[in-house]
């Protein structure tokens, strides 16, 4: 299922982090703060425990995050979501899977796995800002289904109708939160309107 953020705090910094004028270091901070609402909304069904605490004026019942959270991004651009996940989720794990596109037919080449094996409990939040044809989102969740990750939602910031068709069709256990769904893929598989290559503009390779 995929949720696309429908919020004007999200549509707001979406519309700065596409323009051409953005540079590095203000679409690294937009990338930051948009993936920490997309989180907020991802994972408001986060399971919590129960946890006696003392206040200066009371003794009450608080919560605390029960889940175990392995957060993937998937190389290089995922790099750039991952400051704001631990963010909002500072005792998560960290794995990474490196992935790159063929430039002629967009075919994701995997070319580095670090990722700890799962028991089948924890939550796999995988993170990349770009869902194009869906190749490297698919490819990293059969991977992660193979190490035993039973849980994984994909957060992501712009997706194509095409991306989102396959991921639906290869992985429907998968949910997908988005901060937009764009037109269409064009003839080099880039995303229209989209923001060009997310892994550049991150990292200032242009
Ligand atoms: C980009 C992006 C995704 C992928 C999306 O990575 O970060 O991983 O393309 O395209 P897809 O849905 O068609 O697979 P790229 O391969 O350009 O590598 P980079 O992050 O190193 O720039
Ligand atoms: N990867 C990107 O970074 N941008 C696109 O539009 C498609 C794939």
């Known amino acids: 299922m995929t949720t696309v953020i429908?919020?004007?705090?999200?549509?707001?910094?979406?519309?700065?982090?596409?323009?051409?004028?953005?540079?590095?270091?203000?679409?690294?901070?937009?990338?930051n703060e948009i993936t920490e609402f997309l989180a907020f909304e991802a994972l408001k069904n986060l399971k919590t425990v129960d946890v006696p605490i003392t206040t200066?004026?009371?003794?009450?019942?608080?919560k605390k995050i029960k889940d175990e959270i392995v957060i993937v991004p998937i190389l290089r651009a995922g790099m750039g979501m991952v400051d704001a996940m631990l963010?909002?989720?500072?005792?998560?794990?960290?794995?990474v899977l490196g992935m790159q596109r063929n430039e002629?037919?967009?075919?994701?080449?995997?070319?580095y796995s670090k990722v700890p094996p799962?028991?089948?409990?924890e939550i796999a939040i995988l993170i990349d800002p770009m869902l194009a044809t869906g190749?490297?989102?698919a490819?990293?969740?059969?991977?992660?289904k193979k190490l035993g990750y039973k849980y994984i939602v994909f957060l992501n910031l712009i997706a194509s109708p095409e991306g989102l068709d396959r991921l639906e069709k290869e992985h429907p256990d998968v949910p997908v939160?988005?901060?937009?769904?764009?037109?269409?893929?064009?003839?080099?598989?880039?995303?229209?309107?989209?923001?060009?290559?997310?892994?550049?503009?991150?990292?200032?390779?242009?």
């Open 6 to 31: 429908n919020h004007p705090l999200v549509a707001h910094r979406v519309t700065l982090m596409r323009d051409i004028d953005t540079k590095p270091k203000q679409f690294r901070e937009l990338v």
């Open 56 to 62: 200066p004026v009371a003794k009450t019942i608080g």
């Open 177 to 206: 939160f988005t901060a937009a769904k764009d037109e269409r893929l064009n003839s080099r598989f880039y995303i229209v309107p989209g923001l060009g290559d997310a892994g550049d503009r991150i990292f200032g390779t242009l």
């Open 118 to 121: 799962a028991t089948g409990e």
């Open 139 to 144: 490819d990293a969740i059969v991977q992660l």
């Open 104 to 111: 002629e037919t967009a075919e994701p080449i995997p070319y």
């Open 87 to 95: 963010h909002v989720l500072p005792y998560a794990k960290v794995g």
């Open 135 to 137: 190749g490297s989102a």
